[in-house]
């Protein structure tokens, strides 16, 4: 007989989980709070959906769901993601190994999703919040399947917040984080989970922007620049990325900020203290400062080239005003920023500079030390980090406490950087716990 299985949330990773179900024969239904499946979706990518990436494996993602991942996706990662979407008929571009649908549309990947579900056919309940998953538990030695009441032991109930309740032979929960709740994932999820016994590892915001403690942001607001990132916590450093800084007018943004802000967020939750150092001039080292900085100043080479580009820059620009000579090198706003920050006179002439300011301005350039106070909210994060403890589920996305019971997606103590990871999870996770809730798992 076919199996009977309820998919609660109907995001990315719980589609992916129907549709993976049903075509291993069972009989599905998918529950979705919202009044209509795949919202998140939508909003993913700036609307574009980079829904993987090329360059994938573990060392992408944190958590304790991390150690899952490369057997997970040795049985459905990128290529078997690439080939899921063309078999539904959506074309696949490539940049720079971030893989996109070839429509430039995020609703692309919904509508194929879609489709695919309508196919099959899988039940779709929209409208319909869950509230509580409960398990007849086989006791005594019952084996399951036999019948204690008007529910067989092993079965699973589902019960809707209007206390409408349906018998299940498996339940996947893919309800989902508590990022972007406008999209319907409140955490609901989580409290589903803890009740039926598993340890929820504390959820933060991640991929957001951090809140900063000076009073220059207004200055700057609205600014990009290419600059390399630090994060410090408690004075040692971390994590490092590199890209487009957005500066706002409480802090900084942008996908290298993105990246190192789970770590910021449960730093700060443990009450550390969490600064960001911020490279202003990351290029400085390439071939053509190198040779500006080297030109005439070949006699020192025990100086770094970073050294000689500013001892050469001091020497060319001496006769400049200061706004003049930190022209050209960064942004103008920054460039100001600086002087201020360094206590430089816009109007002083270079050579009039003494060397302490010097010193402090070039230090600026390098590292511009900022004081994060806290991040966004949950309501502006693309993820939330923490979830389920990843060591109470199988290799197949199972429950270790209550057999029967899936996860799959965010839900899970497991998130990916920016740049299409956290949705290969989705699809992925989604695949192996429908297959293994069917009865049909991979090897
Ligand atoms: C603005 C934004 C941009 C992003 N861009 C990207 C990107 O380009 N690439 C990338 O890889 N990742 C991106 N992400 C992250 C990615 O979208 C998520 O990690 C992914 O969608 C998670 O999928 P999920 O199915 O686990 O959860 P969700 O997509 O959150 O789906 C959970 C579903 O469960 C439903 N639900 C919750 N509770 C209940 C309940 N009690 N009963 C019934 N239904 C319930 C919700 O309504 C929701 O539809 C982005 C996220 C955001 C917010």
Same mark, same amino acid.
């Given at each position: 007989m076919n199996r009977k299985i309820a998919v609660i949330g109907g995001g990315a990773a719980g589609m992916t989980a129907a549709i993976a179900a049903a075509r291993s024969g069972a009989s599905v239904t998918v529950y979705e709070r919202n009044d209509r499946v795949g919202k998140k979706i939508l909003s993913t990518g700036n609307g574009k959906c980079n829904f993987s990436n090329e360059k994938m494996g573990r060392a992408y993602y944190r958590g304790s769901g991390a150690a899952l991942v490369d057997n997970i996706y040795a049985n459905f990662g990128v290529k078997q993601t690439v080939e899921f979407f063309r078999g539904l008929g959506m074309r696949i571009k490539s940049r720079d190994g971030y893989l996109y649908p070839a429509s430039g549309q995020a609703s692309t990947v919904l509508d194929v999703l879609r489709y695919e579900l309508e196919r099959l056919p899988v039940r779709i309940h929209t409208g319909q919040r869950i509230v509580a998953v409960d398990v007849h538990k086989c006791e005594n030695g019952a084996v399951a399947g036999e019948t204690a009441g008007s529910v067989a032991c092993g079965q699973i109930v589902v019960e809707t917040e209007n206390h409408a309740k349906e018998k299940y032979d498996a339940v996947i929960l893919a309800c989902g984080g508590k990022a972007a709740p406008g999209t319907g994932s409140d955490g609901a999820g989580y409290i589903m989970a803890e009740k039926l016994g598993h340890r929820i590892v504390p959820v933060v915001p991640a991929l957001t922007a951090l809140r900063c403690a000076e009073d220059f942001y207004k200055r700057v607001a609205g600014v990009r620049c290419d600059a390399k990132l630090t994060l410090y916590i408690d004075g040692q450093p971390g994590r490092s990325d590199r890209g487009e800084l957005q500066w706002t007018d409480y802090g900084i943004s942008g996908i290298p900020v993105f990246q190192l802000s789970r770590d910021a967020a449960y730093a700060l939750k443990d009450g550390r203290s969490v600064t960001v150092s911020i490279d202003l001039m990351p290029d400085l080292d390439r071939e053509e400062d190198v040779t500006y900085a080297y030109a005439g100043a070949a006699d020192d080479p025990a100086a770094s080239a970073r050294d000689l580009f500013w001892r050469k820059r001091w020497e060319s620009q001496s006769w400049q005003s200061m706004d003049r000579f930190v022209t050209g090198l960064v942004n103008k706003k920054i460039g100001l920023l600086l002087l201020k920050l360094a206590g430089i006179k816009e109007t002083e002439i270079a050579y009039n500079v003494p060397e302490r300011n010097r010193k402090e301005l070039t230090k600026l350039f390098r590292s511009l030390i900022v004081s994060v106070k806290g991040t966004n909210s949950f309501e502006q994060a693309q993820v939330s980090a923490?979830?389920?403890?990843?060591? *109470?589920?199988?290799?197949?996305? *199972?429950?270790r406490i209550v057999p029967g019971v899936y996860f799959a997606g965010e839900i899970l103590d497991l998130d990916g950087i920016c740049g299409g990871y956290n949705l290969q999870w989705a699809w992925s996770s989604g695949y192996t716990a429908g297959r293994a809730a069917a009865g049909n798992p991979a090897e």
């Open positions: 923490g979830g389920i403890d990843c060591s *109470e589920v199988t290799g197949q996305l *199972e429950s």
